[in-house]
């Protein structure tokens, strides 16, 4: 079954590529998840050989609800990849391997609720909740400088902390700006980004690129690209207006049935898996964008350290690894890659 789907994908590849295109070195990225331990050189391996040139490394602080003004950051209760320490050992080991690094900071809700609904209920909550991040967000701004990261991410899927404090986030990237002197992006939902208020302030305009694209069981390349083509004509005019690059800072797919009706859905129902409909999804949306000279590039959701252990024929989760999908990556990702 496995043959006969990456036989499929293949020729679908070699069908829609047929035309030539100027290669351009684009940003193939790993959203890198972070591991209880130090990770080690067996670990970045199966990066390199993806292509991927970029890891996005993700330590997280921890609130205990959405109306919760204080974030919880860098303690010993937390995984070592999500410290300081961990980040740091992780940073220095992907650039050893020449992958460069996106430092993208984020919250954590208690019983993983989404971070776009956290909103006070006071002024003084508000206060509190904007000294709290600022401590988060300054402290990885000063590791990202001190170990040269090429782009930093501000924060990730905040739509009601940003809509209702635009103030606040215009003075905190002024601030991460007294520190860090990389490129800067935010991880704007899918949702969300056109309404997002600081794009000309930052380097990238982020979005994590949970599209609805086609509510099929099983989707086809032409049917998924179809799909894609009011959303790409809205980023692209959006690219245009501010004349930035759009970097999607998170894209990709379950590999489960109807994967492309509701892309951001991460709830553990035991659905039939679907590993043709991963590959098919990300090979529309590599096709799609990757060419566009106003496109920098994206990471893909996401990516575990123990490559052997994880995806295969039986998950239905948003990991490529072992699945056909990890092989359309890969050939798109050496293909932009000088």
Sequence with gaps: MIFRILCFVSLCFMLSCS????RQEKINGVSYVASRDSIGQHHIEPVVNLGANYAAIMPFDFVKDLAHPEISFNTGRQWFGETEEGVKQYINLLHNSDIQVM????????????TGFIKMTHEAD????????????LAYAKVAQEANVDIFCIGTELENFIDERPSYWKELIIEVKKIYKGKLTYAANWNEYERTPFWDDLDFIGIDAYFPVDAKQSPTISGAKKGWQVHKAAIKNYAM???KQILFTEFGYRSIDFAGRAPWTVDRVEKQVNLEAQAILTQALLEEFW??????????????????????KDDNRFTPQNKPAEEVIRTFYKKYSL
């Design 103 to 114: 430092l993208k900071p984020q919250i954590w809700v208690w019983r993983g609720e989404f």
């Design 126 to 137: 508000w206060k509190l909740l904007e000294n709290s991040y600022s401590d988060f967000i």
């Design 241 to 243: 207006k501010h004349k």
């Design 19 to 22: 035309a030539t295109v100027e």
């Design 291 to 312: 060419h566009e000279n106003w496109f920098a590039g994206g990471f893909v959701w996401k990516w575990f350290h123990k490559h052997n252990a994880v995806g295969g």
